[in-house]
């Protein structure tokens, strides 16, 4: 099976987009594409053998033609999901990654639920990770990270909301204006 999930237009015949397909073990694998000119470019892998296991694209923004974000998540060995972020530059898609810093803030499972760029190298994306508390509980909260002039900042988790989440948290839509 494969289903697009996620598309950006940049302008007429020029857009990102990703989503999954099911490989030959029955396991889900993330994908990435451009279209440059009205011509639809072939998917590519949005993460390694080497990082994961399985993985998804689930949504992507663009800043311009050929210079894209898309974000999702991947398993890798355990049983929890990492947060995945793939970059495009120049139309070239790079190996996809865990969105930096949210390994030091998360103990459990974490995705990327949207992105916004507002310029190619200004972006910021937003998903869930699971907080430990101090009582040992686990809870869904939101982290946000974003990058500037082409270099992403770390992960951190969306201030105040931490101090009134009761159960869970979360930032489901992204929209970012103009770079800083």
Do not use: K
Request: contains cysteine; hydrophobic residues 40%; glycine residues 14%.
């Amino acid at each position: 099976m494969a289903e697009v999930q996620a598309v950006s237009r940049t302008a007429p015949g020029n857009c990102g987009g990703g989503g999954s397909v099911t490989d030959a073990a029955g396991l889900s694998q993330g994908v990435v594409l451009s279209e440059h000119g009205g011509t639809w470019g072939a998917a590519l892998p949005a993460t390694t053998a080497q990082l994961a296991t399985s993985s998804m694209v689930g949504t992507v923004s663009c800043g311009r033609t050929g210079s894209c974000v898309a974000g999702g998540s991947f398993m890798a060995v355990g049983p929890f999901s990492h947060a995945l972020l793939v970059s495009e530059a120049n139309g070239r898609w790079s190996a996809g990654r865990e969105v930096p810093g949210l390994a030091a803030i998360n103990h459990g499972s974490a995705e990327v639920d949207s992105v916004s760029c507002a310029a190619p190298g200004d972006c910021a994306v937003a998903g869930t990770y699971t907080a430990t508390l101090p009582d040992s509980s686990r809870r869904e909260q939101a982290f946000v990270a974003d990058e500037a002039g082409g270099t992403w900042r770390l992960a951190q988790p969306v201030p105040g909301a931490p101090a009134f989440n009761a159960r869970n948290a979360a930032v489901t839509a992204l929209s970012c204006r103009a770079p800083r």
